[in-house]
């Protein structure tokens, strides 16, 4: 019987946001998209194109909060108490130069060396279930593998977008339920791997949580207060967003769905 992890079994670490606040005369905010418009021009597998996205959070008052998405998917953001919104635009995009600078190292490329690393601690977390330690058809560890060989040449921050949309399947109960319809872990992963993260996936998924909440009044409420925490604990950290912050907003959105848009803490 295939067995879904009850937690993702690999997550992409990031680097701690530990230096100068110093930009020694670098305008890191023009040095990010060049170096992502260099790797595009090498010939990097980037599915929609070499632009960085910023996002400012909207306040009448500091500190100002904004995240930049890479190319690939990875999200990060201001982690200092930012007077300005053109400070906050420069703090994100401080974690995501240096982030993806180190991305460069080949230890962060999908390799077989790579590969069998991951796939080792991936099998470790099942803590002796021997059902799934195996390599598999129908294992999450079996599937692991195939997501990453088929992935195989790509960077760390690069695969972050698919990683991402697996993260939050398992999040949202849409594996699951993809099991309960005999779909298999292979069948699941072909078909994601060929979908970017898009609104209409979200918005399937904030439906999903509209259903929740008509089932359980309040249960929209406390995972969007929860979601929000563990999003503002990991941007003061200097962490990797994207699955944090998605979940966020999907959240938001089905919240905003329900109410005509106000706002959970107004």
């Not at 009850?6 to 305008?27: F, K, R, T």
């Not at 080949?106 to 099998?123: C, G, L, M, Y």
């Amino acid at each position: 019987m295939m067995v879904y992890p009850e937690e993702p079994i690999w997550s992409i670490p990031h680097i701690p946001a530990l230096y100068d606040d110093g930009d020694y005369g670098v305008n890191v905010v023009e040095a990010l998209q060049e170096f992502w418009q260099m790797k595009a021009a090498r010939g990097a597998d980037l599915k929609n194109g070499a632009l960085v996205i910023y996002e400012s959070i909207p306040s009448t008052s500091q500190p100002y909060v904004c995240y930049v998405t890479l190319p690939g998917g990875s999200c990060f953001g201001s982690f200092q108490n930012c007077p300005t919104k053109a400070e906050a635009r420069r703090s994100s995009a401080k974690i995501a130069l240096m982030n993806s600078v180190f991305n460069e190292h080949p230890s962060r490329r999908i390799s077989d060396d790579f590969i069998e690393k991951a796939v080792t601690e991936a099998r470790a977390s099942f803590k002796g279930d021997q059902n799934q330690e195996d390599d598999g058809p129908d294992t999450g560890i079996g599937a692991f593998r195939f997501m990453l060989e088929t992935n195989k040449g790509r960077t760390m921050l690069e695969f972050q977008e698919l990683m991402t949309v697996f993260q939050l399947l398992h999040w949202n109960g849409s594996l699951k339920a993809m099991r309960e319809r005999q779909c298999s872990r292979q069948e699941v992963v072909a078909h994601y791997s060929n979908r970017s993260l898009d609104d209409e996936m979200r918005q399937q998924m904030a439906l999903d949580w509209i259903e929740r909440e008509h089932e359980n009044p309040g249960l929209l409420s406390r995972e969007l207060a929860i979601a929000e925490r563990e999003l503002e604990t990991a941007r003061l950290a200097g962490r990797e967003l994207r699955f944090p912050k998605e979940k966020k907003d999907i959240l938001q959105m089905a919240h905003n769905q329900l109410t005509g848009g106000s706002n959970i803490n107004s």
